[in-house]
């Protein structure tokens, strides 16, 4: 082993020995995502939209009958949970008990419309205090409304063709235009839109703020070498001044990749965390402790002493956390604040890890992977020439 | 002997401040060396730079006949450094700490468990081996801050002011310690303010003042640089206005006197004077009862050289 490794060993032996490492780095994060999950969790998740409707047949024709196999078919997918009604007030009844979140109404006539060409009403009656859920429902009805649409004007076309004449199939064309399979899908979205389940959320939001906080062990005891009196004796071995850095960084990435490898674990296992792909989350932790180290070793070149290099470089991480949403998501609009996050290795590891975690590929991860390891790039080298001028004075 | 260290016309300036100004002083295998001066007369910057922790603005420095730079890591595994600050490791064990630096200083596995070992009972540190450091009292940490340096066996072994702030005892054990560095042929390079460890220590000894190195040689080489002379009491009964006038002929004796049932004997160098002066006093018929040496000191000189005192 080199004297790079020699340092970073002794290092990863003093932070283990005094706990400060094991506190920051592991227990913190881990106490705080369960303690979040547990207050917040029900306003992140996903599941707490609650997808439960209702069905109000009145009109029970082929077309109306074909709308209700479609829920049918979503709701198979696990996506929601259709239940039929007799009529509106039963409806009205599930949705001020809070049972559904809305409902979709088809009066009697709706197929003969359809047929017909004439204009027709799909009503969604919602909870007032559950808008995206109505307005998901809303969507649906929109969509199968403009399949029959679609229809209608195949059938006027063709009607116009055969000189007035009506074909005999002209209701299954109408089915089969509703039914088209573009009509209603649950596709994936793009990344600005994707949000982690709210236990993978907080999870890996603490671990990724609190990384910035561990890795600081390593770089920032450079300075504390300094002020300890132990640098001029590392600096008059046989040892350059770049493996007395070299060390330090090593350190903290070892402490990154540890405190980061322990929380995805322990996180999966006793919260029930969803990572992903084990490659992509490996490059989403490995480029994001890179990037992180990049940080604070900046910020300890620039720092005078070791306490104050630990505390700017804790505001940084406060702020960068907050920032790129460790906290609460910020990345779900095109506003100022999500703009502004993309200039935090925070929320590229949230963003990758977002991609990854619902099921995509891994190769899903590799933007945020490319991000994040140019903040590596970029902050490390001028972190690094600070820190060898320092050792050089 | 060969030199062991060489250090030719160093310079070092902070700013304004010319901290070291044309040194020089080269150290002997199996010498210790020591620079004498009060606290910022420029000691620390020298070692520094001999050290490879500075670079000096102008100047060469060589150990083993290799270049010291601080960018560079040729010929720093001859060198072993005790920094007047403590440096070692407090969450580390006494044995810990001697195996990191050996390491550092590549050291293979199974020379290094011994040389621990070996260094350990030397510092009288073997029982409290496996404690760690924090646990240590003052005088055993710098007995420790000693043993890291002297490790890996350098060929020279540079002590900045290692007694600051030690008891007496302990302080005594890091001197004993140190004349034993000397004669297993290792060069000393040492610096102090305390004058009787110069001369305790020192073969050689600089007296250097605001960056620049006032005088050099051995203790006697200095006295005698400022005239001070060595004086014999002795105490005995008879004729001792008779026996002054026989002392003051006798060769290398400045001048003798009678004084209150002794006589006083102004000499360039007692230790050579004391057989011829004995005979003197016996063949007289004198009885002796007493005889002391006081030599001139260090302390003497310094304040001739520079105007003030050590401690100043």
């Known amino acids: 082993m080199g004297a790079t490794g020699q340092i970073a060993t002794k290092d990863l032996r003093l932070r283990l020995r005094d706990r400060s490492a094991i506190i920051i780095g592991i227990v913190a994060p881990l106490a705080l995502a369960y303690i979040f999950h547990l207050v917040f969790g029900n306003v992140l998740a996903q599941e707490s939209l609650a997808l439960q409707y209702g069905l109000v047949d009145l009109d029970d024709s082929e077309i109306s009958e074909s709308l209700g196999a479609i829920l049918e078919q979503i709701e198979a997918e696990g996506q929601l949970a259709v239940t039929d009604f007799a009529d509106a007030a039963a409806a009205d009844a599930a949705v001020e008990a809070g049972d559904i979140s809305a409902y979709m109404l088809l009066r009697p006539g709706l197929g003969e419309a359809a047929v017909s060409a004439d204009e027709f009403t799909i009503e969604v009656v919602g909870d007032v205090d559950n808008p995206t859920a109505t307005q998901i429902l809303g969507s649906i009805a929109s969509e199968f409304g403009a399949g029959i649409g679609r229809a209608q004007l195949s059938v006027t076309t063709a009607l116009a063709l055969l000189g007035g004449q009506p074909p005999p199939d002209v209701v299954t064309w109408g089915e089969e235009a509703a039914q088209s399979p573009a009509a209603f899908t649950f596709d994936d979205v793009s990344a600005d839109t994707r949000q982690l389940d709210s236990t993978t959320f907080f999870a890996a939001g603490m671990a990724v703020f609190f990384l910035f906080f561990t890795v600081q062990f390593g770089v920032i005891g450079l300075l504390e070498e300094e002020q300890e009196g132990t640098l001029p004796r590392l600096l008059a071995a046989p040892v350059a001044r770049a493996q007395v850095v070299g060390g330090k960084a090593l350190l903290s990435f070892l402490l990154g990749l540890i405190s980061m490898g322990v929380l995805i674990v322990a996180t999966h296992f006793l919260m029930g965390a969803t990572w992903g792909p084990p490659l992509g989350v490996a490059l989403l932790v490995v480029a994001g402790v890179l990037a992180a180290t990049s940080v604070v070793g900046l910020v300890a070149g620039f720092a005078k002493t070791a306490e104050g290099a630990g505390n700017l470089a804790s505001i940084i991480a406060v702020i960068l956390g907050m920032l790129g949403g460790t906290f609460f998501p910020v990345g779900q609009g095109d506003d100022f604040l999500s703009k502004l996050s993309y200039l935090t290795p925070h929320a590229w590891f949230m963003r990758g890890l977002a991609q990854i975690s619902g099921g995509a590929e891994w190769t899903a991860a590799l933007p945020a992977v490319g991000a994040l390891l140019l903040f590596a790039l970029v902050l490390g080298s001028a972190g690094w020439v600070l820190l060898n001028r320092r050792l050089a004075r | ?312």
């Open chain 2, 1 to 312: 002997m060969a030199n062991v260290l060489e250090a030719e016309g160093l310079i070092k300036s902070f700013g304004d401040l010319v901290a070291v100004n044309d040194v020089s002083f080269h150290i002997e295998e199996g010498e210790t060396f020591g620079l004498l001066g009060p606290n910022g007369a420029g000691k620390t910057t020298s070692i520094s730079m001999v050290a490879g922790l500075l670079e000096p603005d102008r100047g060469a420095i060589q150990v083993s006949g290799t270049p010291i730079r601080t960018n560079s890591t040729a010929g720093k595994t001859d060198v072993g450094l005790v920094p007047q600050e403590l440096a070692i490791y407090p969450d580390l064990t006494g044995a810990e700490n001697l195996r990191f630096f050996g390491r550092l200083y590549g050291m293979p596995a199974d020379k290094l468990a011994s040389r621990v070992d070996q260094v350990l009972e030397l510092i009288g540190l073997a029982e409290r081996r496996d404690d760690r450091t924090k646990e240590y009292s003052g005088g055993m940490k710098r007995r420790l801050n000693i043993g890291i340096g002297l490790l890996h066996e350098p060929r020279l072994l540079i002590l900045d002011e290692p007694t600051v702030g030690v008891d007496p005892q302990s302080r005594n054990s890091i001197l004993e310690s140190v004349e034993h560095l000397s004669d297993r042929g290792m060069a000393v390079l040492y610096t102090t303010h305390y004058m009787e460890e110069a001369e305790r220590l020192c073969d050689r000894v600089a007296i250097i003042d605001e960056g620049v190195i006032k005088a050099e040689g051995t203790r006697r080489d200095l006295v005698s640089l400022v005239g001070e002379k060595d004086r014999i009491s002795v105490t005995a009964s008879g004729d001792l206005a008779q026996i002054s006038q026989l002392a003051a002929g006798l060769p290398g004796v400045f001048g003798a006197s009678p004084s209150d049932g002794s006589v006083e004997v102004l000499a360039a160098d007692a230790s050579t004077l004391l057989p011829d002066l004995m005979n003197c006093f016996s063949s007289s018929g004198a009885s002796i009862t007493g005889v002391q040496i006081f030599e001139p000191n260090l302390e003497a000189v310094f304040l001739h050289l520079t105007g003030k005192a050590l401690r100043d």
